[in-house]
């Protein structure tokens, strides 16, 4: 298989486009019509270096494959903790190649480099990633209708 190269969004800022898409393919009740979110304004927020909110962009062959983010914004059930990773995604036909878990491991190292001694995730779907990259599962509550885990990943 190809190497996974891992960059900033805000060295390739001509994949914001495609960044937004892809938020709104994967989540259109939160970026499509009538949804709360826009999918523009949160991928210009990643378009950083050496601060935060940052994204990264997974490239195979060359390609952009996919996206992760380190946000400062806190998470509504759990206001106290930060940074948070998330908008996590990798295109349909590539995932459950590694590519998330090259994400995932780039963006740990990114935030203890910038001195955060713990990350934090909020999912109800990438349990098995995270346990297999070494967070613990804090706790699980309840939010929109589902059961989502809160992961904490230590320096």
Do not use: N
Not at 30 to 37: F, L, N
Not at 64 to 86: D, I, M, R
Not at 95 to 122: D, V
């Amino acid at each position: 298989m190809t190497a996974i190269l891992i960059k900033p969004l805000a060295e390739a800022p001509g994949l914001m486009p495609v960044v937004q898409a892809w938020f709104e393919a994967e989540w259109p009740g939160h970026y499509g019509p009538g949804g709360r979110g826009d999918a523009k304004r949160d991928v210009s927020a990643y378009c950083h270096v050496g601060s935060l909110p940052l994204g990264l962009v997974a490239f195979l062959g060359g390609e952009p494959c996919g996206f992760v983010a380190l946000k400062s914004e806190p998470f509504p059930t759990h206001p106290q903790l930060s940074p948070w990773a998330g908008a996590a995604y990798v295109v349909p036909p590539l995932r459950r190649r590694g590519i998330g878990q090259a994400l995932l491991g780039s963006l740990e190292a990114e935030g203890f480099r910038l001195g955060h001694k713990r990350l934090y995730c909020a999912t109800a779907t990438s349990a098995s990633l995270l346990l297999r990259c070494g967070w613990r599962l804090v706790e699980r509550v309840p939010y929109e209708g589902t059961t989502i885990g809160i992961y904490e990943r230590s320096a």
